[in-house]
């Protein structure tokens, strides 16, 4: 058994299958908590560890906390200045924050650990469910390098490709840019099948030319199919590539780039969600090209 005492905050599919992996690996995992008190429930009964409901009591049952919330707002939530927090008691600790966010509030969410006496790192995950449950993540990492020298036991146990990109903030501003060109590329797929389709063509034969030349993408490997079929069960929900793809715009506004193509594709998975279909996998973004669907 490793010594180390982890928590969970935020087990949906990613932290839920973050929380197992470490469990397999002889980790602790001592508590977890959620918004949704069912989900932290179910997975404490799976798993062993104690489902608990404020934050102040996941900090005091670990020595490591995991949090995998959803947005910018949730993870400066969870470590309020005030109230029920995970910065209760929390000196000594150190929190892995996984979630991706503004750079901004990776920094802020350091300078509030740091106020008592804990530390921060980033661990922005470049994967999706299965590797997460694999423990083959892509994790980009940003922090103090003795803190993630400290951590990378636990991390090497959920990545098979673990990267200390630099100080805080950075590995967010990278996983803003990986998944930038991802969105893009999934706006272009879905626009080459769809344009494909509308002309007749054999979508089968065309993924296989599309791989054997330069409009091969791991999108197409990963979403080429499911697009042609609707089958658009979810690893990456339409609504958090609209985050991201927001996320990634504002940053080259901030850096005085003109940046259409990102433009572009926040525009369309913000009509995603608009239409109510963000619950859908990104590759659902190829039911506003595909004539006959919800464009």
Known sequence: MNSERIAFVGVGRMGANMARRLKDCGYAVTAVHDVHAPSADALAAEIG??????L????????VIFT???DDASQLGVFA?????LLVGA????????????????????RRAQSVGAVTLEGCMA????????????LMCGGDAATFARVKPILEKLSSALRHIGGTGQAAQVKALVNMVMNINTCALAEGLGLGAALGLNLDMLREVFLQTGANSQVLKTDGEDMQNRAHDCYFSGAHAAKDS????????????NLPLAGATKQ???KLVALNLGHLDKSGVAELTFKGRHA
Not at 91 to 110: D, I
Request: proline share 3%.
């Open 268 to 270: 369309q998975f913000d």
């Open 246 to 257: 927001t996320i990634a715009w504002i940053l080259g506004a901030q850096a005085g780039l």
């Open 68 to 70: 995998v919330v959803t």
């Open 49 to 54: 560890a104690t489902s608990v409901r404020t």
């Open 127 to 138: 994967s999706s469910i299965p590797q997460a449950r694999a423990g083959t993540l892509y």
């Open 91 to 110: 000196s000594g600790k150190t929190f892995v924050n996984c979630a991706t966010l503004t750079p901004a509030t990776h920094v802020e969410v350091e």
């Open 56 to 63: 102040a009591e996941v900090t005091a049952a670990a020595d």
């Open 81 to 85: 200045e005030k109230g029920d927090s």
